[in-house]
């Protein structure tokens, strides 16, 4: 069946580090993958999506490319900041509507 | 516009006890979902409503879960009688009737659910 599998937390870095939390899936025909992000106190928010193989998601400074060859979708961004703090989930949607979901992992950024 | 609300936010019932959420979707959204997530663990999909008609119940765990949506506009997830593994997150999603497979899901807060 379908699942997503992502890098357990917390993970913790200082204010400007690099960040990747890695996400791989498993699903049959070609999934949609999508990053949502909970903020402390707040509902799910979608952070970027794909919806096929080599797209590039973007947005707030973070990015994520749709690798089929190695059924991932690593999220990246370049300098972090305290603000970036957060619980962030990596989620598929293969032929049904629904969202298959990591984990979670949560994001710690200590000034 | 406002966004999707949840009520309660947070509700703590015993053990044997009936709870009701409630999920207002965006205006004009008829695809309404709800997902949970137990402590711990990743959030699991419950079920997805078309208008008012259920379209996929496959992840309700059991039947003291009873989902509605009566008249296609809001819609309430009953749990009873409640148990103590019930405890978790709820979380209530809409998008439009004509969005496909890689639209966005829109998310309310949550109701926090605690089961003693």
């Known amino acids: 069946g379908n699942s997503v599998t992502q890098m357990e937390g917390p993970v913790t870095l200082s204010e400007e580090a690099f960040l990747t939390i890695n996400c791989t899936y498993t699903?049959?025909?070609?999934?949609?993958l999508f990053w949502y992000v909970q903020y402390p106190g707040e509902g799910l928010q979608l952070l970027l999506k794909?919806?096929?193989a080599d797209d590039k998601g973007s947005n707030k400074g973070f990015e994520a490319t749709y690798r089929k060859e190695t059924t991932s979708f690593h999220l990246e961004k370049g300098s972090v900041q305290v603000s970036d703090s957060a619980v962030y989930f990596c989620?598929?949607?293969?032929?049904?509507?629904?969202?298959?979901w990591g984990a979670g992992t949560k994001l710690i950024i200590k000034p | 516009e406002a966004g999707v609300t949840q009520f309660p936010s947070h509700s703590v019932i015993e053990k044997g006890q009936t709870v009701t959420l409630r999920c207002d979707p965006i205006s004009g959204h008829d695809n309404l979902y709800w997902y949970r997530r137990v402590m711990g663990k990743e959030i699991k999909f419950l079920l997805h409503f078309v208008k008012e008609s259920k379209q996929d119940e496959s992840g309700m765990p059991n039947n003291r879960f009873l989902a509605e949506r009566t008249g296609g506009t809001y819609s309430t997830l009953k749990v009873q009688p409640a148990e103590l593994e019930d405890s978790g997150v709820y979380f209530c999603a809409s998008s439009p009737l004509t969005s496909g497979l890689g639209y966005e899901q829109f998310f309310g807060p949550g109701t926090r659910l605690t089961v003693l």
């Open positions: 794909a919806t096929k």
């Open positions: 989620a598929l949607s293969a032929s049904n509507y629904q969202l298959i």
């Open positions: 699903a049959t025909g070609y999934p949609s």
